[in-house]
């Protein structure tokens, strides 16, 4: 199926869905559904819905809200208290079905008080083969996946989104902070600053795709192949140290295995993806 044919394809997904809620985080899949549903359905009849905690970056947070003004989209800040649940700050191999459930369980509610049809959230086609928990909790709750039943895959939404002008056609995925915690370690405010104010420094540095993985004392820097001689130089080496020490890691490496999304699930056994998909 041809890219404009999928696109057509969402745009019926999204009149036969009525007035929807937008799963919203300003990441590149969530903007272009949110334009999508917009520019289908007209404003009144779409709301985007962004979950504020500890596990949203300020930085994501700020953009997103951006994105969404430029759109002409209304936003609704959901506040999400996922830390009292132990499920998720426990941080084991299923945390992002218990992440996904606290937010979509919030969502429905709104959606109803609200008088909308229906909650959508941005998963692409490609994340069908990818490990995502997360998925497992839509179907749960409902939730809509118009972009992967569109069969919209994320180079497709990337090139959309440059024909509709969306500053976050090319930029690098962001997933949540709490993915940067290493399996088991549990989910904290303390340890979810950390990353964050780590990840600052590396962007202010003129980085722009990388990781900062949190496994305790040690905070394991992930760069692309071409920036690891940039990261190990001086001075970048001396004050990047300096920095991720003074924000509590004791120990500070650089994976010579360089940028992968998704790393920490490398640890995960086939049996374990499995049940928690």
Partial sequence: MS???????????????????????????????????????????????????????????????????EIGATVREIDVDELNDTGYSANKADRCFHCKSHL?????????????DAVLCGSNFDDKD????????????????????????KADIRQLSRRLGLKTADVPASPCL???VSYGLEITEERLKQVEEAEAFLRSLGFVEFRVRHHGDIARIEVTGADIP????????????????????????????????????????ADEKRRHS
């Fill in 104 to 116: 979509y369980g919030l969502l429905i509610e709104e959606a109803k008080a609200a008088g909308f």
């Fill in 3 to 69: 890219i404009d044919a999928k696109y057509t394809t969402l745009q019926q997904i999204l009149r036969c869905s009525g007035k929807v809620v937008v799963a919203y985080s300003g990441g590149v899949d969530s903007t272009f559904l949110l334009k999508a549903a917009v520019d289908t359905l007209g404003t009144d009849n779409v709301l985007a819905c962004i979950g504020i905690s500890g596990s949203l970056a300020a930085s994501q947070h700020e953009q997103a809200m951006a994105m969404a003004r």
């Fill in 178 to 180: 709490a993915s940067r």
């Fill in 230 to 269: 940039l990261v190990t130089a001086e001075p970048a080496r001396g004050r990047i140290a300096d920095a991720l020490k003074a924000l509590g890691f004791k120990y500070i490496t650089v994976d010579l295995a360089g940028f992968r999304s998704g790393s920490l699930n490398e640890v995960l056994s």
């Fill in 130 to 153: 990818d490990y995502r928990p997360g998925n497992r909790a839509a179907a749960i709750f409902g939730v809509g996946m118009p972009l992967m039943q569109a069969g919209l895959t």
